[in-house]
């Protein structure tokens, strides 16, 4: 038995990078019968359908076919680990348990080892007489083993290696066929190692972003609110929206954009949201809040850029207050239907001046009225001036429509089919429509009462109804439907009516239940219908045949 | 997410509890509302403020969470004070129900807390 192993001599003239052939077991003469079948094994290696399996069947089938090449027993393929000093068994036929064990060989030791140390291929004729790391290669009875490296752009990345449970001499022919199957396995799992790490990193940053990003927006009487965000088709990017419930009937809009891509942007991005969902719900108005939101990117290490835009919604009133740190111009969508961009006086974005002042800008949305804020990877298309992309959103925001509506149409007007090249975030909110009348069935739940108090404020807003009007009319109308909600114990009670009518300049509101007043219990109680009185014209309090009705009036100075 | 109508700060002066109410009180939080400033208002407390300065809706069931403090707090020999400022929107409620007169109000914290120790 010659002493193993054997390795190829400088001067094979074959010689080259991943492609080293054995010298010493000599050059055995080819019949021509065994050329032929050698060429069928070397077509069945470098077969094109292979391209087409994934990473674990094209691995599977490459060693089948080794070992049918070789007339081998064993099959395995070893692959460096990320720190690049041991080997770990990545498949195998014959040798299953390599794999099921997760054997881990290190570069430079045993025989595998050395093969990814030396860069070269490594014939044992005996596995008895070597040096042999792996235990399972002795239990299955292995004899003789012929291993080659696989190497990619001159970096070994693994090792590919057949065995025999006889004694058997492999020589430069058996080698070739061998590294031609590591050359095919070599740059699949590179491949697919470096496709996983980006989907992963991808995958993990859309969730990220989502997770960032508000899971519901809040539902407010009066109020119409939809939002979008769409990551880009290859990366995350750090862009934002937000719809912040305010005390005192406001509701804040954000809308932001973390200059540049990937986890970092978008980790940066949930600390700004963050960062200006606290201001806002701290009563911040918008100029302010961007100002202490600048303060706070300045102050985060490795802080980037961002613009971003805030605008404060008065449910009641319809004003509209907004501050633009370099941000794209909100579009406003009248209650005709027609979109027009927002002037708004140009800003620096946030993190690039040291002591910035963001004007803040005055405009009311009417009922019916719409605001749209987006990041610009809606507007930019490549060759296109920014000009155009304005006018196409403007184009596809024309529209008589809900919020949701709008969203929807300019999603599907502005975005690629395939997906944008840029993240895409987009908020719109729309002031909505008040009727002449207002006609209300509601649950005879406390909680109902909040909202009954913005709804009317709004109505009586639209009547021109002065503050104290609003604030007497409200008073009355909440004591009357609290008594309403207190019938609820009665049968049939759960739900009550509420009616705001205005005609030749007086309002009148009925709150009918299917109780009977409440007689008031108690020293303190039965205040309710004396708050009435004293904030209304008129007051009728009346039984009809399945309840109360409580009609109330009061003429308007206006 | 649903916002609290209103939420409440305390601040001491002294033995003078001061409790702030921001917001709207009607009666889907009026009950909370008393409990919590109830249970601020230990036996060592020599009096209790209610600054409704910033509370921007109060009905008849906020008014009786007030009458309801007053008869607790009475009833340990301490006194309360409701502070409202002129021409706010519920000064009007609080004057229907006669708050000023029957437990009395001032203008601002610092006037409620002299009136206090008179």
Redesign the interface.
Known sequence: MSPSPTRAPEDTPERGRGQIVLGSVGTTPTPTGARAAQLVHIYRLSDPMLSELGLEALLNELLDRSKEALDADTAAILILDENGKELVARAARGLEEEVEQGVRIPVGGGFAGRIAAERVPIFIADVNHADILNPILREKGVRSLLGAPMIVEGRVIGVIHVGTLVPRVFDNNDAALLQLAAMRAGPAIERARLFDALDHEHRSAVALQRSLLPERL?DVAGLDVAARYLPSIDEVGGDWYDVI????GFVGLAIGDVAGHGVRAAALMGQLRTGLRAYALEGQPPGETLKRLDRLLQSIRGRGMATAAYALFSLETGELRIASAGHPPPVIIGADGEARLMELAAAPPLGTLPFPAHHEHETALAPGETILMYTDGLIERRGESLTAGLERLCAAASVLASAEEICQRVMDDLVPALGASDDVAMVALRNAPVEPDMRLRLPAD??V??QI?QMLRRWLHTKGAR??EI??L??AC??AC?NA?EHAYAPGGASFELEAVHSSGVVTLAVRDNGSWRTPRG???G??L??IE??VDEVDVRATSDGTEILMRRRLAS | MMLPLADIGFESDGDVVVASVRGEVDMSNAGEIGEAIGRRVSNETHSLVIDLTSCEYLDSAGIHILYELQDRLRNRGQDIRVVVPTGAMIAEALRLADVPRAIGSAETVEAALVSLRE
């Open positions: 809040p419930e305010l005390p005192g406390p909680r009462l909040s108090r503050a104290e604030a007497a409200t008073l909440g004591e609290a909600i020293q303190h109680r205040r309710g004396q708050m004293a904030t």
